[in-house]
Structures are given as C-alpha cells and as structure tokens.
C-alpha cells in the first residue's frame, strides 16, 4: 500500500510507539508533584522539552508543549497580540498560511482588529519585499509559514524575518510541515509545530517563544507549562513526540537527497505521461518529499478515490473533493489550476519501486475519469467570432470542460464567454487560460447571480 501523505499526518514512527510505550510506566503522575512518581514525570518531562527544544533551535525554557499544533498556533497568535496590545492590533498574515493561522486571523478581525494578507507568485512564496510593505507602525504580530503545506514551497523565512526584525515586529513560524527536515532558519520570534507531522504521536503540539517576546496568555490562567498550555500534560504522548523528532532528523538528513530525486522524477514524468498536467509550486525551493500537480478535465475526488483503489493514499487541494466545496486558499492564491489537484508527499524510506508503479497507474485512472467526463479534444480550426456558453448549473471540472470544447468553434482572436455559477470557475478558468496559451479577459455579472468569463483564443 502507497500511503503518500504524510503532509497530513505521517504513521506512528517506531521510536515514537518504542517511546511512548516505555513511558506509560514512568510518565503517569503529576510531574509537579514532589514525590517519586512525580519526581520521575518530571524528568521525563525535562528530558523531551529539552530535546525538542534543541531541534527546534530554542532554549527549553521557551518551549512549551500544547494539545495539538493548532493549539500552538492559536495561543502564540492570540498571546502576542494581546501582549502587544499597546503597539497596534494589525496583523500580517500570508495569504497562504495554514487555515489555523488563518482562523486566528479572522477572529482577531472579529474582535476589533485589523489583517493584511501577504499574497504570493504563481510558486507560492511571498516577496520579502512585499511583505516588508505589509508591516505598519501598528503592527503587532507578522505570521509566515516555513513551507507550505499544499504545495511545498518553501518561505523565505530568513529575509522575512530580518524586514521585521528591522520594523521591530515579532515573527510568528508555523513550521509543521519542515520541522522534520531542520530547524527554521533564525530570527524567528514564536515557532510552532505539530507531532504527528513529523511521526510523533497526535495531540501534541509545540510552541516556542522567544525570551524578551511580549506574550499575555489568554483564557484562564494556570500553573502547568509556563501558563501558555493549560491541562495536565499528557507525559507519555509528549516523549514520544521528542523522541520521534530526534529520531527523523536523523533520518532525513540521509534521506532528502533520495526523495528529492524521486520527486524531481515525478515532476519531469507526470507532464510527460499524462497530458494537460500543470505541476505547481516551487521546482527548487520547496520540501524534498512533496510534489502537487493539477489535471485538466478530471473531477478531483474521483481521482482519489481511483488511485485509493489502486493502493494509493493522496490528497487534495481539489474543490472537487468532499472535504470542501471552495477552492484551496492556497491554489486560488497562486492563480493555478485547482480542479483534478493530487499532493502526493512522501513517507521516509518510500521504496522506489512504489513510486514507479505510481507513475504507472496514474495515466489510466485520469484517462479513465476524462473519458466518463467527456473530455475536449485540443484543436479545432473555428471561424466564429463569438461564442457563449451556458455553464450554470455545472460544477467543477464541467466549466472547463465546456470552454475548451468551445475554444475551437472560434478563430484566433475570438471570444468565448462561459457563464457559471460554480464559484471555482473564478479560479480554473483564467488558469486555464494561463496554461493553454489564451487571454482571460474578465469577468462581469450575468444573468441570475451566475458570472460571465470572457476569453480571447489565442494564435
């Protein structure tokens, strides 16, 4: 079986389940407590913040350990914010943040403040030039992600962070997805992180701020984790996480360059095997296990379920999917195709042999959904000036499919309207467009609250 996406959640990592085991015996009490039992939870508490406290590149007494890592993520936000109060209530964000970033977003907007959202190119990073233009003299909190989660693309965190060093703004990290693979580069100011990303165990979350960072925890106080984490700690889950991180540190140094090499593999190939592909995110500055790609004219959850029955597990930041009925923030941000988008991310010692017969089986499952869909034929040698086409009522990937059916009826230079009520048509068709070689003009109402996209065929 093919589990390719660990970006979600990565199994159980055998030092993890060795770890956690050993330490259900030892890790039961109250390691504030000053008896023996508590005496001995104590250090194996000491011992795991310690641990992760080196991988993460913090000294332990900034680390604290939370319930999850969105958790972590939503009380370093919300901790900052109100303890810097004073400075302003702005708030940076990327627009291609984690959607736990992007939830605290929102509910700091709710509550009074206000959100600027960073946008990126068409490989998912920010420009450290613009987002040095984001930061005011308001601001109190920035956030950018060390890599992205969807598409892999690495953040330029370093240059970031010295733009906000420069207007003196803490920097917020969500770094779940590239903890595994090294530390964040420096200047961070808060780092958050979460266990089963990285083959620890679920429930436990990292949260890391630095000494001299104006922090006002939120919520009742209490006296356990610094009073940055309230509840009793869950000693056992939390070795394991520690241990496990030190553990696939040690492996991915090895391994990086071997799952580079297979995804670079899969990045030529996937083009090449299967026709109307567009791979997106950064082909160099991005994590070594992870490749997304978008197939034209294919329902995305179908995908997914035929590569399931073919032994693979991907996912998807497809709004064809049942998970969702948007568009991924992420793709939308980008302005890249979302309709038929698989994320495949690869586990430590994936053997190679799967991911060949991965790029074997892939051609047939998308020629097999394009042939139920009705999939267009390029060409066509039209000399219409215009032609409309009535997509209401159609969801993804049907817009699509009718435009490019329709593109050939119309000669080089003319127009093709397609009105849709399918809210991804905003997103698909000036994609589309994009990698077809034609202009999207834009959009305007139409009829009965649908939306008229104009595109200009090109030569």
């Known amino acids: 079986m093919g589990y390719f996406d660990v970006a979600s959640s990565a ?33 194996l508490l000491d011992a795991a913040r310690e641990a992760a406290a080196e991988a993460v590149g913090c000294r332990p007494d900034e680390l604290v350990f ?40 929102a509910a700091h907007e709710r ?9 990126v190119g068409r490989e998912g990073a920010v420009s450290p030039d613009g987002y040095a233009a984001a930061l005011r003299p308001d601001t109190a909190l920035a956030c950018l992600q060390s890599a992205n989660h969807e598409v892999g693309t690495v ?56 000494k001299g960072v104006r922090f006002a925890p939120q919520g009742p106080a209490d006296e356990r984790e610094s009073g940055r984490a309230a509840g009793f700690e869950n000693i056992p ?59 034209l004219y294919v329902d ?10 073919a032994g693979f597990s991907v996912s998807s930041g497809s709004s ?11 793709l939308r941000a980008m302005g890249v195709v979302s309709e038929g988008n698989v994320r495949v991310s690869l586990p430590l010692g994936v053997a ?49 499919i009718e435009l490019a059916r329709a593109i050939g009826r119309v000669r080089a230079g003319g127009t093709v309207t397609v009105v849709a009520d399918d809210e991804v048509a905003a997103v698909d068709i000036p994609a589309w467009c994009f990698t077809q070689g034609h202009e999207y003009v834009g959009a305007a109402p139409g009829p009965d609250g649908a939306v008229a996209y104009e595109v200009r065929r090109g030569a």
Do not use: N
């Not at 990592?13 to 956690?20: E, S």
């Not at 590239?178 to 100011?189: D, I, K, Q, T």
């Not at 959850?301 to 399931?308: A, N, Y």
């Not at 017969?357 to 499952?365: A, I, K, M, S, T």
């Open 11 to 43: 199994p159980l990592h055998p030092v993890a389940r060795q770890a956690l085991q050993a330490s259900l015996d030892e890790g039961w009490a109250d390691p504030s407590r000053l008896y023996r039992e508590g005496r001995k939870a104590r250090l």
């Open 66 to 105: 939370t319930s999850s890592g969105t958790r972590a993520v939503h009380e370093g936000i919300a901790g900052v914010l109100a303890g810097r109060r004073r400075v302003g209530r702005h708030l940076v964000v990327s627009a291609v943040e984690h959607s736990a970033v992007l939830h605290s977003a």
């Open 111 to 119: 509550g009074g403040g206000t959100v600027t959202e960073v946008g």
């Open 155 to 210: 953040q330029p965190v370093a240059e970031v962070a010295e733009a906000c060093r420069a207007a003196d703004v803490p920097l917020l990290v969500d770094a779940a997805q590239s903890l595994a693979w090294g530390p964040v580069a420096r200047g961070w100011s808060v780092l958050a992180g979460s266990a089963h990303k990285w083959g620890g165990p679920a429930g436990v979350g990292v949260l890391a701020v630095r």
């Open 237 to 295: 889950a939390v070795v394991a996480a520690a241990a496990s991180l030190r553990a696939v540190r040690a492996e991915a140094a090895g391994e990086a360059a071997r799952l580079r090499e297979l995804t670079d593999r899969m990045r030529a190939r996937v083009p090449a095997l299967v026709p109307d592909v567009e791979v997106v995110g950064d082909p160099v500055r991005r994590l070594p296990h992870l490749l997304t790609f978008s197939c």
């Open 300 to 309: 995305g959850e179908t995908v997914l379920h035929e590569l399931d029955r």
């Open 320 to 330: 064809c999917t049942s998970s969702t009925l948007t568009p991924s923030h992420v």
């Open 352 to 400: 190679e042999a799967e991911v060949e017969r991965f790029l074997e089986v892939l051609p047939g499952v998308v020629r097999g959904v394009r042939e139920r869909l009705g999939a267009p034929v390029a060409g066509g040698s039209g000399d219409a000036e215009a032609v409309t086409v009535d997509a209401v009522g159609m969801t993804c990937p049907q817009p699509v």
